[in-house]
């Protein structure tokens, strides 16, 4: 079977240029935004159109994409799906959620012969924008088989990594690692300042060695203007850390540091 | 002025091969080491001779490099150094120390018309070896010129980073930077074992995009297969988190991540 | 109206002494625990009869107390409760859960003309055989005051604190307390250990001053005796900590020690 | 041997009124202070004369008491003292110093035939104006015997609590101890705030139980009026703080809830 309808549901900072891939990429595509207008523009800008429901969006789909909030949209959103999208179709979803609730979702879609594929990405606006995303994904093997070619229309690199939820826990183990690294790197940003050094020239020569993290050689220059404005989202970063550190809860591990820069985001917040 | 002599203290794990890849650069090298036969070995190894003491070791010497432990074996070494070291000379500190020291001991050095560069290294036993090392220097500028040709025999990449004690200080950032990410990546790893994901696999997705660091690329799989071997001396780390908790103190500067990474190492010393 | 036929549902650790005391206070107790073995001993014990279900238990209660896990321990069987539950009686929550859920149960409990109290406790197993517990209290003022001298058979004092949460929220200001003293109290005594001190004596001296608390005369000795037993469910710690920094999410604060000590209780935990 | 004449050197918040319990205990005392006008004030309030230099305060005294700020302090004003200090003469010192400085001055004093007393005091300048402080005392034996009624004219309770250094090493559990339960009760204030509780009440009753303190029952209050001034001195209390992580550092224990308030107060000091 060769894909042909595709669907995506949320077109926000990150849902509105992944389904402009797809539809470059020659997919016959249908878009649904809660908020209408984001869907019109998104038809102005790309070849496809828009449906007024969820419901509609992807009643004739082979595959669905979405890309929402978080557990509550995403379990929102799959309710409205699961009333029209065909037995046999695919649903991938690219939001940061859950591994509990990708699980549960596999088992509901399931009952519906539909595939359920947990697809969180990273790579930001930007990997959105350039179809450069990496995506960490979940699920059954010949379902994520079937969507990787699709996927790829915006992936640099797009790999299972194990059942229902291991996308997830993937991006879990991304995230954990990022909040070490954003926290090192800022601590030592602020410290240089305090200290009087002229920490643009110290970034460039530690960076060539046990130091170096992309965040430094991406993001240090934007801190060093801006030390609070992080660079990235902090409410989604702290989405991403509670669910991390709610799963640790579950599977028992300790997640200190983890623990510590989520309450430093708490303070960002404010 | 050519420099023509230059001498070595302390063939520790980093100064030996340093001094090694000075001889291989075709200077006449004089090396010292408290413990004889490590000297020995040495000059088995390469081109130079052995001094008894540090006084006779210097004694002709244009340039005097040193590698010794921490504040107090510097600061010794150093006052067996003045006994004999000829006006004019340099004395380089590639110990990782106080920024303090190094800028008291510029004094003390000034007084006997002798210049003082405070130097650490990062790149490890590797980069010693293969002459691959990242200098941070704090000093006078037209002795950093001076000495920066030497260096370059067992460097990569280094630079002068402003007066006395700036050396110090950068090696206290990348330390900082350090201390996040290798402890965002502990717990990354604790966790996906946890969670019963293939961490080698993951950890080859993730070091694609934002969370990807040097640590990651090099270290993760030691990590995985011995995770409180933590692939670098914990020992040396928290002698230089120590450091850089002391002069934070002093400059101003909170970082609580560093002070936990800190009191974590404590753990794992036991 | 003079009370008369209260029901007791869960006689855990703390229920089964509660309920007891309410029994010897002279009041008409009907119990119900769902392992019915504890039902029948506590029945042997005091005089009171027990009910089959949470239904039968509840249907001619003028007050209603629970004292069960967790929030879905609670909302299951408050669903149960309001099967029969006469209009104008009162429900007192004494399980320590969310106030999220307590302002839930309230509107749910009103749509029957059934007033629902949040009234956490402290004071242990202890407390609650003796009848000296805490009772921190939210919900509506009158059906507080009628439910108050009820109370008052197993507290030493009992208090409203506001609106419906306000007693869950006061609890968890009670736990984040606890949770600064015991782990300060742990790490000195661990220090005082590794110094060589007779732990003993300086706790005596100390606990005399500014250093005091209830925890280090009550606990410490037990706590020398066999550190990583701290004296109290550590599980039970753990979820109340995992409320208390949901809430916290929730309202903004940031509370960086409860953090961290909560990851310590996860490797207690192990 | 009947204690006649004792010195009193500094004259600050503690030493002040300590120095003055002396004389109205009959003692008679000579005080020295750096900033002679403290030392005038001093003679103004009780009976009582001051001497120009410490080596004069010292010169016919029994016992010699001092409380000065930090280690650098002690040892230098130690320094002048063994200029005229007689033989058989005993030094109490009060500063909250290193465990490590006791040893060492014991030592040194012990070549004049002079006991050394390591003695911190808790109670702060309230404790010592009323003549209430504790004392944690480390030494010999004998010499604490010999000053144990002296120190009571300012202390509810004085014990020697092991050999030189035991003081200190007792005032640093203290101090630990504190560390935990003032920020937990800051936490703890912080989130009753965000939760719209009123604190006073909440913490009137929760000061009942478990959740019991010192620090609750004296300094809720004010911490509430102005959360960021914390009723004490930060900079003594970051003082102290570095003092108990350095010897954790040399003893092995492991001090994070510890290491994090101490960052913390590095934010207040700002
Ligand atoms: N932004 C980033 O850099 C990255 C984000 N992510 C993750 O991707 C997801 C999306 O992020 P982003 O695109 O930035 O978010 P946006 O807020 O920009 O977009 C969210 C989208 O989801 C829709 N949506 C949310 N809730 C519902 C609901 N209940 N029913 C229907 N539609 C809903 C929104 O519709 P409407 O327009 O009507 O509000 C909107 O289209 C998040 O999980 C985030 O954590 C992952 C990597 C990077
Ligand atoms: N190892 C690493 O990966 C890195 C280390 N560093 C820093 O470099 C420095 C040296 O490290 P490393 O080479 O690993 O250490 P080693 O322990 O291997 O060597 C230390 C050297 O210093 C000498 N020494 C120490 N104290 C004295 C003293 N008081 N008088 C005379 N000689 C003395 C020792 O002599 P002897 O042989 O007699 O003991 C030895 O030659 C440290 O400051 C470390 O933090 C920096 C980057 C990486
Ligand atoms: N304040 C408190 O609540 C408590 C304090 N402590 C400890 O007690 C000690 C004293 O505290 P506090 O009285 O509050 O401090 P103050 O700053 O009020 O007083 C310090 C005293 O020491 C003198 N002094 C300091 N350095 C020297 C020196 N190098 N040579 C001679 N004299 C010196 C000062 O002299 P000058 O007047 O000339 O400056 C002054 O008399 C500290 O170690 C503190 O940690 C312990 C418990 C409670």
């Known amino acids: 079977m060769t894909v042909q309808n595709v669907s995506f549901l949320g077109l926000g900072v990150m849902g509105y240029p992944m389904a402009g891939h797809l539809a470059n990429a020659g997919y016959t595509v249908t878009v649904y935004n809660r908020t209408t207008a984001k869907a019109q523009a998104w038809c102005e800008e790309y070849a496809g159109h828009a449906a007024a429901t969820v419901a509609e969006a992807v ?26 999208l065909p037995s046999g179709a695919t649903l991938v979803d ?15 879609c399931a009952q519906q012969n539909i595939a359920f594929i ?43 990594l194990g059942p229902a939820g291991s996308g997830q826990l993937a ?15 800022a601590e030592a940003l602020h410290f240089g300042q305090q200290a009087g050094l002229d920490c643009e020239q110290v970034i460039q020569v530690i960076s060539k060695g046990a130091a170096q993290s992309w965040q430094m050689d991406n993001r240090a220059t934007t801190m060093l203007a801006n030390q609070y404005d ?41």
Chains 1, 2, 3, 4 share one sequence.
């Open 94 to 108: 690219h939001t940061t959620a859950s591994a509990e609730l990708a699980r549960e979702l596999e088992q509901t």
């Open 59 to 84: 009643a004739q789909a082979d595959i669905v994409f979405m890309c929402v909030g978080n557990d509550d949209d995403v379990r929102s959103v799959t309710a409205q799906v699961l009333q029209t």
């Open 230 to 270: 992080f660079g990235f989202a902090v409410d989604w970063m702290r989405k991403d850390l509670s669910i991390a550190l709610e799963e640790a809860r579950r599977n028992g591990s300790t997640l200190a540091l983890t623990a510590l820069v989520d309450q430093y985001y708490a303070d960002v917040q404010k």
């Open 118 to 160: 947990d697809a969180p990405v990273s790579g930001g606006q930007a990997g959105a924008q350039n179809g450069q995303l990496t995506v960490m994904a979940g699920g059954d093997e010949s379902a994520f088989a079937k969507v990787l070619p699709v996927i790829n229309s915006y992936a640099r690199h797009a790999q299972r």
């Open 171 to 185: 991006k879990m183990m991304n995230q954990i690692c990022i909040a070490g690294i954003v926290q090192g790197l």
